[in-house]
C-alpha cells in the first residue's frame, strides 16, 4: 500500500517563490482541476495547488475519464497570469516540460507525446490537462492539472489499461518520493513561468522538443474531425503539430490524439 502524501516533507523541499504557498489537500476529490477551479472562483490566488491521493471522477482529455487511485500524484496548480499574455497551449508544454526536467533529474527518462502524454518505455505514465477561464478574449485564470502514475502497482491497472499503461513504480522497480519530485515540478515550473514573458515561449519549445522522440516518425492522429496519416515533422510557435501525409501535404493540428505507426 503506497504511502500517504506527507504535507510537511513537501513543504520542506519546496523552493519554489509563489506556487504552491496555498495547497488544498484531500484524502479523496471527484477531480482536482474541478476543485481548483471552484477555489478560483472563490478568488484564490495564483500558486494554489490542489492534491488528492485518489479522485473518483479523474477527468482526462478528449472527455476522458482518468484513473487515479493511490501512489499517484494527481494535482493541480490555480495559474493567474495578470501581468503578462500567456498562450494557453503554452502553459500546457510548461508543465511538460517541467515533468520531464525533473524526472530525467531523478534518473528516469521520459517521452513527451504531443500535445503532452508522458511515456516510460512505450508506456503512458502521465497527462495533462490545462483548462482556462475566459473573460471575453481574455484569459481570467487557468487550472493546470497533472497525473502521474508515480507508485502506483501494476496490479493496480484494470485490464484495459494494463496494455498501454505504467508507472513509474512498474518501469524502474523502485518507488520515488511523490515530494519530492512535485516540489521539483513546481521550481521548474515557477522557473520557465518567470521566463516566458521576457524570452517568449520559442527557447522552452526548443527544449521540449529534446524529450519527443516522436518528431520524424510516422503517426496517426486523430483529430475530432478527420485521421490524418504520415510524418510527425514539426511542433509550431503555436503549440500545434505538423503532421505531413504520403502526398506531401502538411496538416497543422491543434488538438488530436497521436498513435505511432509501426512502433
Ligand atoms: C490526459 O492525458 O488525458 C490528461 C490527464 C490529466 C489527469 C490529471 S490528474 C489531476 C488533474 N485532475 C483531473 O481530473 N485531471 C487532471
Redo the contacts with the bound molecule.
Sequence with gaps: MPGTFNEESFRKHLKTKELAKKIHYFSSVS????MAKELAEQGAPHGTLVIAET?TR????LG?T?F?PEGGL???LLVRTANFHLVPSHLNFIAGLSVAETSQRAGIDVALRWPN?IYIQGKKVG???TESKMQGSVVEYFTA???LNVNVPESAFPAPLKEEAASFLSVSGKPLNRELLLAHILLVWEKLLEFYPAHGFAPILKIWKKYTPFLGTQVRVDTSSQMVEGEAVDVTLTGSLRVQDIDGLVHEISSGDVRKLWS
Design positions: 477531480s482536482t482541476n474541478d479522485q479523474g477527468r482526462g482529455r476522458r482518468w487515479s494527481w494535482f493541480s502524454d497527462g495533462i490537462l492539472g497533472i497525473g
